[in-house]
């Protein structure tokens, strides 16, 4: 089974999707890629105050609209939690985890800006879903030119997965990225691939990566 856990496809909630014909669009380019399952991880963060309810009626109109036109796929319900004052401890201390799998949670950083995070100590707060019988995972680390390779190597010690772009090996985000998830790749350190799924530039660059003759991996 090809599953991708990492999209932010539900229309008109983050920096995803703008509309439900847009959200449609890439569920029907991914399922042709061979996709049987998505979960849909739209961001929490201080711009994207998403909730459960707010993610929950989304969800269930694009669940509606699919099937409506018959394509049929096996749409998951997540989020990708950013280390945030303004959200994540209320969500961690309020249990409004919504689990990957049963057992994943999408933990990110702040992209450039490493103070967005506060007083967060990463290490602490992965350690906290650790000891809830968790798994974090922590998504694109080729992205976060911030995170020392040390560090990276740290948080894999600790129990943390890793999962990066098929963009960034597709070239979205520019050369030093893609050499970055290569090189984690090539050390062993990379646990999971998975789109990020956008928007129709994403569905074009790893739509012409996988003519090059690449492959999705399995989870």
Known sequence: MKIDFH??????????????EESVELVTEMAGWGFDRITCTPHITRKFRNTTEVIREKFDILCNTLADKGLKIDLRMSAEYRLNPETWPEILEKGLLMLIEDKYILMEFPINDPSEMGYLKPMEEFGKVISMGLTPILPHPERYFHLSHDMLLRYVDA?????????????????????????????GIVSFLATDMHNMLYINAI?????????????
């Not at 999209?7 to 439900?20: Q, V």
């Open 7 to 20: 999209s932010h496809i539900l229309p008109g909630i983050d920096d995803g999707a703008r509309t439900l």
């Open 159 to 187: 129990g943390v997965k890793i999962q990066s772009n098929y963009g960034s090996l597709a070239g979205i985000y520019g050369e030093a990225v893609r050499e970055r998830a290569r090189m984690y790749i090539d050390e």
């Open 207 to 219: 739509s012409a990566w996988l003519q090059e003759g690449n492959r999705l991996w399995e989870m």
